[in-house]
């Protein structure tokens, strides 16, 4: 009873709904622009994941103690400058498809907006 009310009471508490109707769907105009850059993100974090997953085990695998003397610790300067600027590549394509997809969501005018004589919509 008392792990029932301590994992029921939080969520009651908070209003947390089992069907949320936030998030990029939902028939707003910037929904298919977002969705995509959603699952963007959501499959290089998966492809990203699972390479690290794979590094990890294969380290575990490789590398595992065959005695108790202490090996060697290499230098390795390149690798070290490898795992460093990869992730930075991987955040900066991610940054450049985000400003993309925004600057597409933000040039789509609603349907019904008011413009200025120029085209522009009218800023309230």
Excluded at 34 to 55: E, F, M, N, R, S
Excluded at 71 to 83: D, G, K, M, T
Excluded at 91 to 113: K, R
């Amino acid at each position: 009873m008392g792990v029932g009310l301590a994992i029921a009471a939080p969520l009651a508490l908070t209003g947390c709904n089992a069907y949320p109707s936030y998030g990029p769907v939902g028939g707003h105009h910037t929904g298919p622009g977002d969705l995509q850059a959603l699952l963007g993100h959501d499959d290089t974090g998966i492809i990203v994941g699972g390479l690290v997953g794979l590094l990890i085990l294969w380290t575990i695998i490789r590398y595992r103690r065959r005695s108790e003397t202490c090996p060697a610790v290499p230098r390795e300067r390149p690798v070290e400058i490898l795992y460093t600027v990869i992730p930075v590549i991987i955040v900066g394509i991610l940054f450049a498809f985000t400003v993309l997809t925004e600057n597409n969501v933000d040039a789509i005018q609603p349907v019904n907006a008011t413009l200025t004589s120029s085209g522009q919509p009218v800023s309230t």
